[in-house]
């Protein structure tokens, strides 16, 4: 098989990606990554473990690009006047050692948007989700530890 034969093959995958979307059923594509939010209300390991049938992970954060992401996803998605939908589950943990969080899909923590005080592992937080405090602004969209039994919505993505 040549080369150019192979490049053909390339670039009709790739254009049937575009036309059609890479991402699974119920998932939402950005670029090249798709994201899946269930507005369920579920503890941090049921939604870990939700993503991870998906073939998913509960999102990581690494910038504030990925931040304003997930944000903007769930500012389409979520139901705003539902006080508890004001907060999901994200990936990030200290289940294994008490104070060094770490993204449940592998990833390094490169990146935090704590709110001031926070992390602050009241009655034994291990579990991270964004919170609005009064307003759903971005800028007033800050990381928690939470409880990891506590029920919320959550956020998985994976690779398109
Ligand atoms: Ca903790
Ligand atoms: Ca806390």
Redesign the pocket.
Known sequence: MNSNFNISLFLLAAIACLSEGCCPERFMQVGDRCYYYNSDRVDWHDARNACNRLGAHLVSIHNWDDSREVFDLWKSLADESHTNDRTYWIGLH?LQT??FFQWSDGTRMDYSLWYPGE?N?AE???CVAPYNHGSNDFDRQKWH?HGCELRKPYFCRRSA
């Open positions: 200290d008490e104070n992390p592992n034994g937080e291990d530890d």
